[in-house]
């Protein structure tokens, strides 16, 4: 297990203990696995074998998991433009164009988010599975309670390691999300309100056609009114 540790990629099998070489079966489908006969082997309880065993079973559970390039996430999200205020670019198109961009980094956020949790769920189970079973193991030993914590820890740093690495990616990612759903949400506001100020300018301009329209109707209509020379008007 010493190569284990903070890793670029998430390659296959990143824990792989040489000296074990038992094939594991753990990661079949629940219908295929048999679970009696590995419960009755597992209540002569933990010692060195059967930690070893764990290793390498949590290692081939490893070689499942969707892969992802951490380096390149992290550029992808550096690379998310979110900076769309300014003082020309709330026209409505401008407004439309903004919004559907914020909803495509979501759906792509959404799905790296997905693998990226995957992986992070299964490192997390792992470390603090084995973190229970290697202070166990050193309780046989003796010592102090602190010197079984430390040994324990000491034992399941790698998968610590690569639980901890995957937290902060899953953390960058849904912080990202965040930003990005404040700002749709933002745009959205706009968008309606420049919905309602083109109805509430359709409106006036129809409701002035229409005026027009009367007024110069009216005007065609209306008899033509003389007077006399006295000033009255004539009938």
Do not use: C
Not at 179 to 193: G, H, P, T, V
Not at 213 to 220: I, N, V
């Amino acid at each position: 297990m010493d190569n284990v540790g903070f890793v670029e990629e998430e390659e296959a099998s990143p824990l792989v203990d040489s000296k074990v070489v038992l094939p594991s079966n753990v990661w079949e489908e629940a219908s295929d696995y048999d679970f009696l006969n590995d419960t009755r082997k597992r209540l002569n309880g933990v010692n060195k074998d059967t930690f070893e065993e764990e290793v390498q079973a949590w290692s081939d559970g490893f070689k499942m998991l969707p892969k992802y390039d951490r380096k390149k996430y992290q550029e992808e999200i550096s690379e998310m433009e979110m900076h769309f205020q300014s003082d020309s670019n709330f026209s409505f198109d401008t407004l439309v164009v903004l919004y559907s961009t914020q909803v495509s980094y979501r759906n792509r956020l959404t799905a790296m988010k997905s693998v990226v949790n995957a992986n992070y769920e299964i490192y997390n189970q792992a470390y603090k599975s084995l973190d229970k079973q290697a202070f166990k193991l050193f309780s046989k030993a003796g010592g102090s309670v602190d010197d079984r914590r430390a040994d324990a820890a000491h034992v399941v740093a790698p998968f610590l390691r690569l639980s901890t690495q995957a937290k902060a990616m899953l953390d960058q990612i849904e912080e990202m999300i965040s930003n990005i759903e404040f700002a749709a949400f933002q745009l959205s506001r706009l968008l309606r309100e420049r919905e309602a100020l083109a109805k509430i300018n359709t409106s006036f301009e129809r409701e002035g056609q229409h005026t027009k329209l009367h007024t110069d109707f009216q005007s065609r209509i209306r008899p033509t009114r003389t007077s006399d020379d006295d000033g009255f008007e004539q009938l």
